[in-house]
């Protein structure tokens, strides 16, 4: 039990962040508003599983850089791989051979796709994938799965979210939005605004799965309406299969878009397809070109070795296979003890065990900000980080055991804030978040 950790340098630090930086950090959902008051600020270092925040406390975490990070923080290959390419050069004036080695890399594990193109952010090549879309087919709108929280923080996504300050109306109203598992829902849009929509973009799976074949379904009606499909792989990608979750659900999209787990935390992504719709892009075609993900630091040479090691380290360890088995461990344990307390309907792990998540409710049963917020301050207490239940490849069954324990005695508490309200048992009230990216 660790309910004596101080962050004294974390508030400390906090405050200076928001004088000096809007929102404190640089990404939505590493801040303030998405955790509770007591908590760590700040992180200083990582290791493995583990991570080290500013006031010196230690924690097992299960957020790993928002997904990014599937082999574990400074995983030695990867960070040695890096570091040589580093000491060659990071940036040339001409294309570096590097990016065809990685291309080759990435296009060997993605049936279907012919060529790739590397950037920095998952945002950038969702982003491209439209814009080549609109390119390729003529047509303007954009289908995406209303359901699902995130693709991109360019403005045909955020324009459709509560956060659409700054964007203008007539981007906004070129996104249209289907719902997961509804077919008809998707024939209604193609229906209502025929021959305008260029593509559609989703996730293959969150933590509800494709029934009644509906991936295929949705393939065909995007063949049959002349839009592009487009996967979003950004979480599923290197988690539920090698090849993708395009690979585990039999999909072949005409686009799809890779990051996050990519480079175990290094800043690469991809966007791989079709080789007459990515050529649009190229110069081996008299069409108009499309000016395709072109960034000064696009293709960094470290970032890019990083994703090969990574990518052979995938392939070497059977990493996936550790993610889902250690995944579904945790997951068939921590639910064993929240219907052992009477809290099932309240607290409960959910998602593939390679991408766990959690839900937390209120004594109504409703999904419940102050409950989340409840169960992270005191799993903190217990020298645990988890906005998700995220396992990487250096999670072992003695860091699960401890984490287990470490949830009991955060779900008796639980237990308790659901008799005698949660307010009595937050310390601090926290910001109230504008919307729920993935965390
Ligand atoms: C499904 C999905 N798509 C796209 C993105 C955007 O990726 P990035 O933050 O690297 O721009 C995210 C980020 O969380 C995501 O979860």
């Not at 599983?49 to 574990?72: H, K, P, Q, S």
């Not at 359901?147 to 109203?173: E, H, K, L």
């Amino acid at each position: 039990m660790l309910s004596n950790m101080k962050f004294e340098k974390s508030i400390k630090l906090r405050t200076k962040s928001h004088a000096l930086i809007p929102g404190g950090c640089h990404t939505y959902a590493k801040g303030d508003d998405q955790y509770p008051v007591h908590s760590p600020g700040f992180v200083v270092k990582g290791k493995g599983c583990r991570v080290w925040d500013v006031d010196g406390n230690e924690f097992i975490e299960y957020g790993m850089g928002l997904r990014a990070v599937t082999l574990g923080h400074a995983y030695k290959p990867v960070v040695d791989a890096a570091k040589k390419q580093m000491m060659l050069g990071c940036n040339f004036t001409r294309p570096a051979a590097i990016e065809v080695e990685c291309a080759e890399a990435m296009l060997g594990l993605i049936k279907g796709a012919d060529m790739v193109k590397f950037a920095k952010n998952g945002s950038d090549v969702t982003t491209a994938a439209i814009k080549l879309a609109r390119a390729y087919t003529g047509r303007d709108m954009v289908a995406i799965c209303g359901d699902q929280p995130f693709f991109s923080t360019d403005d045909w996504f955020i324009g459709s979210t509560p956060m659409a300050a700054g964007i203008p109306d007539s981007v906004r109203n070129m996104t249209v939005k289907f719902q997961y598992n509804d077919i008809e829902s998707v024939a209604r849009l193609f229906e209502t605004y025929h021959g305008k929509i260029a593509c559609l973009i989703m996730e293959a799976a969150t933590s509800v799965e494709p029934v009644d074949g509906f991936l295929n379904k949705v393939q065909d009606l995007c063949r049959k309406n002349g839009s592009l499909f487009i996967l979003d792989e950004m979480i599923t990608g290197f988690r539920w299969h090698l090849g993708g979750a395009q690979r585990y659900y039999g999909v072949e999209p005409d686009l799809s878009a890779f990051g996050k787990a990519m480079g175990n935390g290094f800043s690469v992504s991809a966007l791989v397809g079709r080789r007459d719709i990515m050529e649009r892009g190229g110069l081996l075609h008299d069409r108009e070109r499309v000016f395709l993900l072109s960034t000064t630091h696009g293709a960094e040479t470290h970032a890019l070795a990083a994703a090969i090691k990574t990518i052979e380290t995938y392939k070497e360890k059977k990493v996936i296979e550790h993610l889902w088995k250690k995944g579904r461990m945790l997951s068939e344990r921590v639910n064993e003890i929240s219907r052992e307390l009477g809290l099932i309907d309240y607290f409960q792990v959910l998602g593939m065990p390679c991408n766990l998540v959690y839900t937390t409710k209120d004594n109504e049963g409703k999904p419940s900000q102050a409950f989340r917020a409840l169960f992270l301050q005191e799993t903190i207490k217990q020298g645990l980080l988890m906005p998700s239940l995220v396992v990487s490849y250096s999670h072992t069954d003695k860091d699960i055991d401890m984490t287990v324990e470490g949830i009991r005695s955060a779900l008796l508490i639980y237990r308790q804030a659901l008799e005698n309200g949660v307010e009595k048992y937050l310390m601090g009230r926290p910001v109230k978040p504008v919307f729920r990216q993935y965390n």
